[in-house]
Nanobody
Framework: QVQLVESGGGSVQAGGSLRLSCAAS????????MGWFRQAPGKEREGVAA????????YYADSVKGRFTISQDNAKNTLYLQMNSLKPEDTAMYYC?????????????????WGQGTQVTVSS
């Protein structure tokens, strides 16, 4: 059974940094797509970043490119999202997600497994 548990959210000022973690169980990274999504109040959930083939490929939404970095530690079964130069518009609940095989970040309906989320709040 796949389980995803996020941590690392919090409140920071604009320009600050946070690192989110997602502890995964029941997953073989090489065969799964892993991703981070976020959802702000009143908005749809959107893909932020994805990592494929056990870390062989990454993809980022344009809004976070150059500021966020997705990575994974296969030995620890943990997915990370390093977030730098945070902006107030990054404020949202952040979710870790996984799916068998390759799944495009933009097709959130095809991501099968989700964590419970961790809140990120960026103040100006």
């Amino acid at each position: 059974q796949v389980q995803l548990v996020e941590s690392g959210g919090g409140s920071v000022q604009a320009g600050g940094s946070l690192r989110l973690s997602c502890a995964a169980s029941g997953i073989t990274y090489i065969t799964y797509s892993m991703g981070w999504f976020r959802q702000a109040p009143g908005k749809e959930r959107e893909g932020v970043a994805a990592i494929y083939n056990g870390g062989g490929g990454t993809y980022y939404a344009d809004s976070v490119k150059g500021r966020f970095t997705i990575s994974q530690d296969n030995a620890k079964n943990t997915l990370y999202l390093q977030m730098n130069s945070l902006k107030p518009e990054d404020t949202a609940m952040y979710y870790c997600a996984a799916s068998m095989g390759w799944v495009a970040l933009r097709i959130k309906e095809r991501w099968n497994y989700w964590g419970q989320g961790t809140q990120v709040t960026v103040s100006s």
